[in-house]
């Protein structure tokens, strides 16, 4: 009965029954983003309207689909009609369309922001199909293929659209064949560096001894990067396969998930999964008469960045504090417990499926030289369309930030790619490729794919200290480069945001980032000071005007900024006067009010009330003016 | 009672060394924190040292070693959200409740932690209370907010 080609085929009969569909279908995304969103809220109206008004309806849970900005997100397929998407809806709107699309005989097409299919029919008006929307044509969906438009919690979803064809493959391949295919894909490891998966594999597969482990690495530490998350929520099936391949190939019949304890969604979705392949025979003893015996446990990490790296990885599968060690020898020679281990990211597993799927040479047409395949980045900061995003690897940053994000909020001042790892890059870099050796030359690196834009209003110095401060405190204190070094960089830092700096204090910043970067350990370390160096080399007038006029021209170092009432403005509402806590504004009604500078903490209440209030005149200002420095 | 509950916790462990995390884990969703006996339990249990215990303990940031507050508190400080302004808002916290992250008001009404992203980057700044995510937050929202949590 644990056949899989039966299984499958009464999967597929499933899924077109779901896909024929004789009642209307209502797809929800449920992802954390969507529920951050209000997906839990709208779900809940989308019920209670179907049972007040006696309608009925399939309701699909689906993963997230990538746009973040358009959440939350509500898609109605009508029989025999495309499945047209709503976007930012609100649980008044979700009753709104409902009942529109099951009772009206017009329904309300025209708020639909997309439709899925080839449908160019009268009844999908002028909406677009989803994926013509300018931030998803540029997209090419190979890890993401599924994440949106099946039911994660269901494996006969997976099944019906060539799920476990690519653990099939392999096994016709043999370990050597899979390894050959990996190689000829060209596929480079996604979670930051960028190593060939295949000579990873080699090694542990001709490593001596019979035990041997495969770790999949889901401990996404990067604060503003949700890929992992995304893929694990939307598809987790796609990583489980990935991981059947990749064990099979390395000669592992144990493997591990160490997930974030932080993701209790995704935690959800694996446990789940895992059990829906065990009933499938697709893990356990001989799976699909393979003779390859392989099972899957998870462990939930706690909460330390420097996880992320191998060998910290493994001593906190281990049980102790997650500190990395000297290399060699590399873990697929004595890895966990001793024994070879292969530690592979979430996105190289869950694109292992397509390459054994669809060959090398299909993959390879993706991407450039080098640098084949397709790469999934969140782009998120002061960039108009945010989201989950996955691109073909030697893509420009212009063309993701202003085709696929569709700009920055304000003009455009620099990116950040990598996350707290990574390089800021500025304007000029616009045009670089997108691909592990051009963000390497200029500075930056790949990483595992947090691109975070940002716009004139951002400061590039209290950036840099943003992200040293975090990985001073992720630091695990086992070299002192990274331990001693981090912590000084920091101190400095926070000298300039607080306009206390020098002019000598930049080149002590440029010896100390560099010392740090030859000196450390391991990759937290070895990387930590990019963000800082790099904003030095590109931004460097903006930390001369820090140090030298005491000036931030962001208005974001709160030192550096002054709260002023405009008396020509101030409309005398006393709003501001309610809301701040020091008593430092002051006046009576109707008449202009006082600000005591000396009183102000610089909070930000006045400031938001006097925006957004309607009674409010938008008198209040912020502002941050050169002053020459004490020298 | 205390006693009793991290007991049974263990139980399902064999005790090896690999399981002190998720040992740890076991015990801090059950009494909301690791306490200064479940730390000897734990040890006695695994036999390695106590300091052992809280030396892992207190390196990941998951754990946290007093009792939570009836509401938690928890501010976005991932990228997105600093960007965005979330420093401003876990300095309106402190401000408000006179605490820091990682600690609990005398009164047990509010724990506040500071937190690397709670994965809605879009919505950016945003702040957790127990279970309800405030997305676009401001000051003088979070002010008011608060207060609708006894």
């Avoid at chain 1, 699909?60 to 973040?68: N, Y």
């Avoid at chain 1, 047209?84 to 709104?96: D, G, I, L």
């Avoid at chain 2, 479940?38 to 040890?43: E, I, L, N, P």
Wanted: aromatic content about 8%; overall charge positive; hydrophobic content about 35%.
């Amino acid at each position: 009965m644990n056949n899989l080609e039966t299984l499958r085929n009464a999967a597929k009969l499933q899924w077109e029954q779901l896909k024929n569909n004789p009642i209307p279908l209502i797809y929800v995304g449920t992802a954390s983003c969507g529920r951050a969103a209000g997906a839990l809220a709208i779900l809940d109206a989308i019920r209670k309207t179907l049972e007040e008004k006696n309608l009925t309806a399939r309701i699909v849970e689906v993963g997230c689909i990538g746009p973040c900005y358009l959440e939350p997100l509500v898609d109605i397929q009508l029989p025999g009609r495309p499945r047209m998407s709503h976007a930012n809806v609100t649980p008044e709107r979700a009753r709104y369309l409902v009942q529109s699309y099951l009772k009206s005989d017009k329904p309300a097409v025209r708020l639909a922001i997309g439709h899925f299919g080839e449908d160019s029919s009268e009844f999908v008006q002028k909406v677009p199909r989803f994926f013509d929307l300018p931030m998803l044509k540029p997209q090419v969906r190979i890890v993401l293929r599924n994440c949106g438009f099946i039911d994660p919690a269901e494996i006969d979803h997976y099944l019906a659209n060539d799920g476990y064809l690519g653990i099939l493959s392999a096994f016709a391949k043999g370990p050597e064949g899979t390894i050959r295919e990996v190689k000829e894909a060209g596929l480079r490891g996604r979670g930051g560096a960028g190593f060939p998966t295949f000579r990873k594999w080699e090694a542990c597969r001709k490593a001596p001894g019979t035990q041997k482990y495969l770790i999949c690495n889901a401990d996404e530490g990067d604060p503003g990067a949700f890929m992992n998350r995304s893929l694990l929520e939307g598809d987790p099936h796609a990583v489980l396969e990935g991981m059947l391949i990749a064990a099979y190939a390395i000669g592992a019949t144990r493997g591990y998930i160490y997930i974030r304890a932080e993701y209790p969604l995704a935690i959800v979705h694996l446990k789940k999964a895992i059990s829906q392949m065990r009933a499938y025979g697709l893990l356990g003893k001989d799976i699909q008469g393979s003779g390859f015996d392989f099972d899957i446990t998870i462990k939930e990490g706690a909460g330390a960045f420097v996880c992320g790296e191998e060998t910290a990885l493994i001593a906190s599968v281990e049980g102790k504090r997650g500190m990395p060690r000297s290399r060699p020898p590399f873990p697929a020679i004595a890895g966990l417990h001793g024994k070879p281990t292969i530690i592979n990211n979430v996105e190289t597993l869950g694109t292992l499926p397509n390459i054994l799927r669809n060959g090398a040479a299909w993959y390879t047409q993706f991407g450039v030289e080098g640098n084949r395949g397709t790469k999934t980045f969140s782009l998120v900061g002061k960039i108009k369309r945010a989201g989950l995003i996955e691109v073909p690897l030697g893509m420009t940053l212009r063309k993701i930030i202003f085709e696929i994000g569709g700009g920055t909020t304000k003009k455009f001042k620099a990116v950040q790619t990598g996350g707290p790892s990574g390089g800021c890059l500025s304007e000029e870099f616009l045009d670089t490729s997108v691909d592990y050796e051009s963000l390497g030359a200029a500075g930056s690196i790949m990483g595992s794919g947090g691109l975070i834009a940002m716009d004139e209003d951002t400061c590039v110095v209290d950036l840099a200290r943003y992200f040293l401060d975090f990985t001073q405190k992720e630091s695990c204190g086992k070299c002192a480069p990274c331990r001693v070094g981090s912590k000084h960089l920091v101190e400095i830092l926070r000298k300039i945001t607080k306009g206390e700096g020098e002019p000598k204090d930049l080149a002590m910043l440029e010896t100390l980032g560099d010392t740090i970067k030859r000196g450390s350990l391991c990759g937290l370390g070895q990387t930590a000071p990019n963000p800082v160096l790099t904003t030095l080399r590109y931004f460097r007038p903006e930390y001369l005007a820090h140090v030298k006029d005491r000036f931030c021209p962001a208005t974001v170092c709160r030192a550096l900024l002054e709260y002023r009432v405009i008396p020509e403005k101030c409309t005398g509402c006393q709003r501001c006067v309610s809301v701040c806590p020091t008593g430092a504004i002051t006046g009576p009604r109707a008449k202009t009010h006082n600000l005591d500078a000396s009183k102000c903490i610089k909070c930000r209440a006045c400031y938001e009330i006097c925006r957004f209030d309607a009674i409010a005149g938008d008198a209040i200002v912020i502002k941050s003016t050169r002053r020459a420095s004490d020298e | 009672m205390e006693n009793n509950q991290y007991q049974k916790t263990m139980a399902g462990y064999s005790g090896e060394e690999g399981d002190l995390i998720p040992i740890l884990q076991g015990i801090q969703t059950d009494l909301g924190y690791i306490s200064e006996e479940a730390v000897r339990g734990v040890s006695h249990f695994l036999k390695v040292s106590e300091s052992q215990v809280y030396g892992v303990a207190s390196f990941y940031s998951q754990f946290r070693f007093n009792p939570p507050g009836r509401n938690s508190v928890k501010v976005c400080l991932g990228t997105a959200c600093h960007v965005r302004g979330g420093q401003i808002l876990i300095d309106q916290v402190e401000r408000e409740l006179g605490i820091l992250p990682g600690q609990t008001t005398a009164d047990m009404r509010y724990d506040l932690q500071r937190v690397a992203c709670l994965g809605c980057c879009a919505l950016a700044p945003v702040v957790a209370i127990n279970d309800d995510i405030y997305s676009r937050m401001t000051v003088v929202l979070l002010k008011k907010t608060l207060s609708e949590y006894e």
